[in-house]
């Protein structure tokens, strides 16, 4: 399906104003350059063609496509940003299992181990059944807030 673009002289202001500063994500300024490039307008002095565009910002003609696409169904600012995510991320460590594991990881190491790495302390938070299941990123998240890092004092 063939979309046409039809740009306000507003809206070719603001796209414009996009690209001339350099304020703004990069994908935003190529999103902005496409649609002024493709525009069909009356306030268009020149139209390229996609081949030209895509040859031009040495971008894909499929590129183009789903730019062309989100601006005629969802309108210029999904356009220009795309959509934002939707899944959403539960938090799995709170206040008491923060407590307990800055508390094990001041603890003594296990019997084999000259300090404790992030993932014995996360195998031994589940262990002790503070958490059913936990990774070693989170685990990692947790000391770093609390400014419990590892590597804080061997890195000078």
């Known amino acids: 399906m063939r979309y046409k673009i039809t740009l306000t002289e507003e809206e070719r202001k603001d796209l414009k104003s996009i690209t001339s500063k350099g304020k703004h994500r990069s994908q935003k300024v190529m999103n902005a350059l496409i649609l002024l490039n493709c525009d069909e307008g009356d306030f268009q002095t020149k139209r390229s063609t996609n081949e030209q565009v895509a040859g031009v ?3 894909s003609m499929k590129k183009i496509d789903r730019v062309k696409k989100r601006f005629v169904e969802e309108g ?3 356009a220009l940003n795309g959509h ?4 959403v991320y539960t938090k ?5 299992f923060e407590a307990h594991l800055v508390a094990l990881s001041c603890s003594e190491p296990p019997e084999g181990f000259a300090r404790w790495s992030l993932r014995l302390l996360a195998d031994r938070a589940v262990e002790l059944n503070y958490i ?3 990774s070693y990123e989170t685990v990692r998240r947790v000391l770093k807030k609390t400014k419990l890092n590892r590597g804080k004092n061997r890195a000078g």
């Open 84 to 87: 934002k995510g939707k899944r």
């Open 57 to 59: 910002l040495k971008i």
């Open 132 to 134: 059913d299941n936990i």
């Open 92 to 96: 799995k460590a709170y206040g008491d």
């Open 76 to 78: 210029l600012d999904v």
